[in-house]
């Protein structure tokens, strides 16, 4: 085709000198015969390398320097397995003699990151942070801002209220949501929480009673340090899913090394009307070791969760065992479909009811990269999110830790940067 539409155009050209010459009369010098047949030759160099031009640009891969490609629908929200990409330690630092660290929940909306504080000391607070990263690993981590979250009236919050867990920026709301896993011991409910950005509070949601303290007896209730760790936008952004870490006390046991029925609840809220709508169930994984050294120290539990697709969830679980130097974490993410899970809102007990429990896949487990992290330890992760693009369009999944403030041996400020495979 394309050597016609040349050849046809060639005779076009040559056609058109013929009319000028006839009917024009012009009696061409040699020097102006020679200029028309050069420029007959430049129009047909140029048309050629256009045209091979436009069929490169339909060949040839993308550059890193080019537009990313958008993906498929279905391919955004599909995931297979999870590839490590880098590790970064953020040293010991201050803001204003206030310690940075606690690193419990992440989030990444608008171009910011926000990470909360798991504390009940004040300044309850989160932080902003700048994390930036290619393909090859990191190149920033840093935080650049500290907010102190308040009541409703503004009066910063007293020690014990609340316990922050797991963070989340509602981009339609303009606000922040929290978990706080409250203090069971101490009367404290678990409670979730809308901020606005300069953290003074706006609401607390209602939540189902059965999540309060029981200050009845020791049957049933919530157990201490183990209530509302996870938190995540609803898919369509029309409310958030929280979850608890260990099982209710008439649900099942805490996980042991030996395996047992160990179901936590993942609640639906919905952010118009404040309340719980559905819920379904996650079944724990065994504790992954047995304590060493002489200790004695072990659990397991769901320490956050994040739904990419309607009903479809990562999930970050996490077992520890004392006596390890290498941190005594096992930290798996899982993939979670409760598509066919069966609703449990209103049942009081799971563990004398019949009920399906949301499937889970394995997609990647931090043993399989420990030796290319600091000191070969998976320290205490539990806070993760989505964020930014790659440049070959490939999503990406950062992991954070929480130091505990060095408060019962040496831990890490640790950051973990893994690539989406769909």
Same mark, same amino acid.
């Given at each position: 085709m394309f050597y016609i539409f040349t050849s046809r155009l060639q005779s076009y050209i040559c056609k058109l000198t013929e009319i000028i010459l006839r009917y024009k009369s012009i009696s061409l010098s040699l020097n102006q015969f020679i200029m028309i047949q050069i420029v007959k030759k430049i129009f047909f160099i140029v048309l050629v390398c256009w045209c091979c031009s436009t069929n490169r640009r339909d060949t040839e891969p993308i550059t890193d320097d080019e537009l990313i490609p958008i993906l498929p629908e279905n391919e955004q929200n599909t995931i297979s397995a999870f590839e490590y990409i880098d590790e970064f330690v953020l040293s010991d630092q201050e803001i204003g003699g206030i310690p940075i660290g606690g /690193?419990?929940?992440?989030?990444?909306? @608008? &171009?910011?990151?926000?990470i909360i504080c798991d504390t009940s000391i004040p300044p309850i607070r989160y932080y902003e942070a700048d994390i930036t990263y290619? !393909?090859? =690993?990191?190149?920033? #981590? =840093?935080?650049?801002?500290?907010?102190? %979250?308040?009541? &409703?009236?503004? %009066?910063?919050? #007293?020690q014990g209220v609340v316990d922050p867990e797991a963070i989340r920026y509602d981009s339609d709301t303009g606000t922040i949501i929290y978990t706080s896993e409250g203090s069971i011991s101490n009367g404290v409910d678990p409670a979730l929480i809308e901020i606005t950005p300069e953290g003074n509070q706006i609401k607390r949601f209602t939540l189902p009673d059965n999540f309060k303290v029981n200050t009845m007896d020791t049957s049933s209730g919530s157990r201490h340090n183990g209530t509302l760790e996870g938190l995540s936008l609803d898919f369509e952004n029309k409310g958030y899913w929280i979850s608890f870490e260990l099982p209710l006390i008439e649900? =099942?046991?805490?996980?042991?090394?030996?395996?047992?029925?160990?179901?936590? *609840?993942? +609640?639906?809220? @919905? !952010? +118009?009307? =404040?309340?719980?709508? *559905?819920? /379904? +169930?996650?079944?724990? &994984?065994? #504790?992954? *070791?047995k304590a060493t050294l002489g200790t004695t120290f072990e659990a397991n539990g769901l320490v956050e969760i994040l739904e990419y697709d309607t009903n479809k969830f990562l999930a970050l679980e996490r077992s520890f065992s004392s006596g390890y130097i290498d941190g005594g974490n096992t930290v798996k993410i899982y993939k979670v479909d409760a598509t066919n899970a069966t609703n449990t809102l209103s049942t009081e007990t799971l563990a004398t009811t019949s009920y399906t429990a949301a499937t889970k896949t394995l997609l990647f487990t931090f043993d399989s990269i420990r030796s290319q992290l600091t000191n070969n330890t998976v320290d205490n992760l539990e806070g993760f999110s989505f964020g930014p693009k790659l440049k070959d369009g490939s999503r990406t999944i950062v992991v954070i830790s929480d130091n505990n403030f060095n408060s019962f041996f040496p831990q890490l400020n640790q950051f973990i940067v893994l690539k989406v495979v769909p």
């Open positions: /690193f419990s929940g992440i989030d990444y909306q @608008n &171009d910011k990151w926000y290619t !393909k090859e =690993g990191f190149t920033s #981590v =840093g935080i650049t801002a500290m907010v102190e %979250i308040k009541d &409703d009236t503004g %009066i910063s919050l #007293v649900d =099942g046991p805490e996980p042991t090394t030996t395996d047992t029925q160990s179901p936590v *609840r993942v +609640t639906y809220i @919905n !952010k +118009t009307s =404040g309340i719980a709508e *559905r819920q /379904f +169930t996650y079944e724990l &994984d065994p #504790v992954a *070791r």
